[in-house]
């Protein structure tokens, strides 16, 4: 059973404020969709690998030797263009606002 | 829904200089400009980048060169792939100011292949929805009736196809976001194989479920945009490296002798009445057509939305961690810390769903319940994986519906988003195993809305759902206008 302090923990996890409507909406929905999700435990999976994804039993390269690529460099994206969508810089970082206090 | 053109038509009639694609895309902003405003598929349209390309295009076919396989095609582009010069959005107000530095690699080779963006098409935000209702912006309208939803989460890429206003389009599928709308709106979908399609360019919703596909009016449409599409991207480290194999010449090929699974699963309770009997039909098709049917069982499928929910807002939690007003996005300006600014930036910038998601997403990962939900879902996944694997043992292709209605009303589920999952009910289980599937049209209910046959196959098997798609559609075709076919034309070319 999710509480209203839960909501609160994973809000703040998630760096979300949420307004009261949307705790109490929260709160009510989590409680729903994690009973439905609660049927998982009819399954007896002690005997199961857990899957995180499919990509290695197809074929893609996933294992280390096949994701990885000559270290050498190769262009990257020019600095003025990854600044470009930024909210706010000076010209060199991204400037956000104080960093020392929540 | 007037507007004949497929893939295949558009290219010939500039191929043989019947227009010209500068006038097809005139033709197609024109018909977007009377028509598209009562539906809303459209976010973006993108004339610049259309009208360089037509050029480009037009002249290739003055100097008479060999033109690529989608010249002159104009299409559409769901608003979750990264494109240049015009902006993305992903159906969110945290993006809508984005302009990608680059191209994703789908959108990169469907122009390479010659295709004419016409413009991006609204979605649910971050692609987290089964009826477009989540829309940062607008909903969209579905083209057959205007008090009904398009499905989602590619709901504009959809509804374009179905209205004519693009010829074919491109979308997302994480828990079947392809291949519900393609259902909803009476045209044909595909999610390939995990890995098929790079992914490079596509804004991340649930990584290890995402996938990209087409949308066409026909099958063989959809076939060559996959084909255009498909194959190892070194900037996807997920793109499988497996051969692309020829589509086309597999659409049109006969089924004798195939094995068809039909899993009881699939057709129990929760399935609209009208829905089965026009699956059943389709499946007759499939028999008469020289299948053979065989009664399977996937046993682990109603433990698939469960198992979903937690892989998929999981993973999502994690992804759109990176919306956080610093690097890119709308930043709300009230934040007097950091940690102030993020949290108003996602509060003011991100929609209910996709902040319900996130929430469930962090709480089934966080400390001392990842066990018993996150590990406990990815056991499950196992076995669902594995359900398909012993079906495939036995079978060549799956049949089933591909949704267990048809489209519902604008408001009818937006309350209760336990309902709104349960429209995924028989598409989730392919993204979890990762195997490709379709989504054809098969017949309309009495209200006179499409209805959506799903054929899925063997992961890298593409050619025989393509097969097997065609004969379906074929027939469908045939049933609905006896005089314009004969039953044999879908096992011929």
Redesign the interface.
């Known amino acids: 059973m999710v509480t209203e302090k839960d909501v609160s923990y994973v809000a703040d996890l998630a760096h979300l404020e949420l307004t009261e409507a949307e705790r109490a909406r929260m709160l009510k929905d989590l409680n729903s969709i994690l009973s439905y999700i609660d049927r998982l435990n009819e399954l007896d999976t002690s005997a199961v690998e857990p899957m995180a994804q499919v990509a290695s039993r197809y074929g893609a390269r996933q294992d280390a030797g096949g994701a990885m690529r000559p270290d050498e460099p190769r262009p990257s994206l020019p600095h003025d263009e990854a600044m470009r969508n930024a909210p706010a810089t000076d010209g060199v970082f991204f400037k956000v606002p104080k960093v020392i206090d929540r | 829904m007037n507007n004949p053109l497929t893939v295949d038509s558009a290219r010939t009639a500039v191929l043989e200089k019947q227009t010209t694609a500068t006038a097809l895309v005139d033709a197609f902003y024109q018909k977007i400009a009377a028509e598209d405003e009562a539906i809303g598929a459209y976010l973006t349209l993108s004339q610049e980048r259309a009208y360089l390309q037509a050029a480009y295009v037009d002249a290739l076919a003055d100097k008479g060169d060999a033109l690529p396989p989608l010249a002159g095609v104009p299409i559409a582009i769901k608003d979750v792939f990264a494109t240049t010069r015009v902006r993305t959005t992903a159906g969110s107000k945290i993006l809508a100011?984005?302009?990608a530095?680059?191209d994703a690699t789908a959108v990169q080779r469907l122009e390479a292949a010659g295709a004419i963006i016409l413009g991006k098409t609204n979605c649910d935000e971050f692609a987290m929805g089964s009826s477009n209702e989540n829309s940062g912006f607008h909903p969209v309208r579905n083209p057959h009736d205007h008090s009904r939803v398009p499905g989602g989460s590619s709901g504009g890429s959809a509804a374009v196809v179905a209205a004519g206003t693009a010829v074919a389009s491109i979308g997302s599928d994480t828990g079947g976001s392809i291949r519900q709308p393609a259902a909803f709106c009476g045209v044909v979908g595909m999610k390939p194989?995990?890995?098929r399609v790079s992914r490079y360019g596509l804004i991340a919703f649930a990584?290890?479920l995402d996938h990209v596909g087409p949308f066409g009016k026909t099958v063989k449409d959809v076939a060559l945009m996959l084909q255009c599409m498909a194959g190892r991207d070194?900037l996807d480290?997920?793109?499988?490296?497996?051969p692309v194999l020829n589509y086309l010449e597999h659409v049109g090929q006969p089924v004798t002798g195939m094995k068809i699974g039909v899993p009881k699963e699939y057709f129990g309770e929760g399935l609209d009445a009208e829905v089965r009997a026009a699956v059943e039909a389709g499946i007759q098709e499939l028999a008469k057509a020289g299948c053979e049917i065989v009664p399977i069982s996937l046993p682990?499928t109603?433990?698939a939305?469960?198992?979903y929910?937690?892989v998929a807002t999981a993973e999502a939690?994690s992804n759109l961690?990176r919306y956080?007003?610093?690097?890119?996005?709308?930043?709300a300006s009230d934040?007097?810390?950091?940690?102030?600014?993020?949290?108003?930036t996602?509060?003011a910038g991100?929609g209910?769903e996709v902040?319900?998601r996130?929430?469930?997403g962090?709480?089934v990962l966080?400390a001392g319940y990842y066990d018993a939900?996150y590990?406990?879902?990815?056991?499950?996944?196992?076995?669902l994986?594995k359900d398909f694997d012993n079906a495939f043992a036995a079978v060549d292709a799956i049949v089933t519906p591909t949704t267990p209605t048809a489209a519902f009303k604008l408001g009818e589920k937006t309350d209760d988003?336990?309902a709104m999952?349960l429209a995924d009910i028989y598409t989730v289980t392919a993204n979890l195993?990762?195997v490709p599937g379709i989504s054809v049209p098969c017949g309309k209910n009495k209200a006179g809305l499409p209805i959506g046959i799903q054929i899925l196959g063997k992961?890298?098997d593409e050619p025989t759902v393509l097969r097997v798609a065609h004969v379906v559609e074929h027939a469908m075709a045939a049933a609905a206008n006896p005089l314009s076919d004969s039953p044999e034309a879908g096992t011929q070319r």
Not at chain 2, 324 to 331: E, F
Not at chain 2, 375 to 383: C, E, G, M
């Open positions: 100011n984005f302009i530095p680059y194989t995990y890995g990584s290890s070194p480290s997920t793109s499988a490296d497996v682990h109603e433990h939305i469960p198992t929910y937690v939690s961690a956080d007003g610093v690097r890119y996005g709308v930043r934040g007097k810390t950091l940690a102030e600014m993020y949290r108003r996602r509060d991100l209910t902040k319900r996130i929430m469930l962090t709480y966080s939900y590990l406990k879902a990815q056991r499950v996944r196992s076995l994986s988003p336990l999952y195993a990762g992961s890298f």
